[in-house]
């Protein structure tokens, strides 16, 4: 099911690829280091994978450690992360320390990946993936629709914003930057009514008691890759390589391949309001996809299925479908 992923290797695919075990580890000068963001959630999920990886593999407690890296869209705390390259500004120096080899591995939110990684990354796991939707969370609703007439949602993501929009054209929708923890401290002091986080990072940091109702993804179809922990490495490297893939889940692979080939194929950035989804059950998926003007008042959907197999290229044919019907003044006004 896994198949060949089709991330961004280039010429490093010519380098000889020999497998050896976690032995060598043992003779490393210093201990396999991991990077990651510094929030409490990225590090979060750094945690878990190091713990994933000492017990697959034996491994002494000191052989794995975290490597704390500053991304540009972790300095940039007040404006818009859209308005200065989107994705890529939680990826870049952390991309920069894994090809000059300052560190061995690195872990993602795969949401936050772009779909083609540097030249000689790969992505070498994608982690069993959690719950894919999103979470309602306010004090002065039970639900989004309960929300009174002219309510202020606080969100950062565009994909969220439209699609409140798109239900609720009469709320308010404002920018709503930072962690997990900060978007909820500012919910508290009042600056919006009501909030949208996705409720796997919740639950990874034990805050899944603050979510006032979970929207179904009928009601809001998550944001690609969501839910989903990806690891990426060197592609040269076959020690690291070999490391990880016992921590590599075939279904969650295959479902955020599918929708990465879409998201890849719309040319989806965290300027454009992008949502897809697949779902694999008995080696057949499900794929569901949508664009959204900035507003919610116009959008485009899509659903495929077929072989599980055939992951990627579902997901590329639902995104032609979409570019097609929308058209290209549709797309171009996205830009």
């Known amino acids: 099911m896994k198949g060949k992923r089709k991330e961004a290797i280039n010429a490093a695919e010519t380098a000889p ?9 043992c003779l490393s000068p210093r201990p396999l280091l991991i990077g990651t963001r510094g929030s409490p959630l990225a590090l979060w999920q750094a945690r878990h994978v190091l713990a994933r990886l000492i017990a ?4 002494a407690d000191d052989a794995v450690a975290l490597k704390v890296i500053t991304t ?10 859209r308005d ?5 500004m939680f990826t870049k120096e952390i991309d920069d320390a894994l090809l000059d080899g300052g560190v061995d591995l690195a872990v993602h939110s795969m949401k936050d990946l772009p779909t083609h990684l540097p030249a000689g990354l790969i992505v070498g796991a994608v982690l069993p993936r959690a719950d894919v939707r ?4 306010s004090a002065k609703a039970d639900s989004l629709a309960g929300l009174p007439p002219g309510s202020v949602v606080g969100t950062s993501s565009l994909r969220r914003a439209a699609q409140v929009r798109r239900f609720r054209p009469d709320l308010r929708v404002v920018d709503f930057r930072g962690n997990v923890e900060t978007r909820l401290k500012k919910l508290g002091e009042g600056r919006a009514d009501a909030t949208l986080l996705a409720l796997a990072g919740l639950e990874r940091l034990g805050l899944a008691a603050r979510a006032t109702s979970v929207l179904s993804t009928e009601e809001m179809l998550p944001a690609v890759a969501q839910g989903a922990i990806g690891v990426t490495c060197r ?18 692979a295959t479902a955020v391949a599918c929708e990465r080939a879409f998201l890849g194929t719309l040319e989806g950035s965290c300027k454009t309001p992008i949502a ?3 779902e694999i059950a008995k080696d057949r998926i499900r794929f569901r996809g949508m664009i959204l003007a900035a507003d919610g008042s116009e959008w485009f959907e899509t659903e495929l299925t077929g072989a599980a197999d055939g ?3 579902i997901g590329t044919e639902a995104g032609e479908a979409l570019l097609m019907r929308a058209g290209p003044d549709f797309i171009a006004s996205l830009a």
């Open 134 to 137: 999103d979470a309602f969370i």
């Open 84 to 88: 200065f390259g989107g994705k890529g």
């Open 311 to 313: 992951a990627e290229r």
């Open 17 to 25: 690829f020999v497998l050896r075990t976690s032995k060598d580890l």
């Open 276 to 278: 897809g989804l697949a």
């Open 72 to 81: 540009s869209g972790d300095r940039i705390t007040d404006r818009p992360l």
């Open 235 to 252: 592609f040269d490297d076959a020690t690291t390589r070999a490391l990880l893939e016992p921590l590599d889940d075939a279904v969650s």
């Open 56 to 59: 697959a593999h034996g491994l």
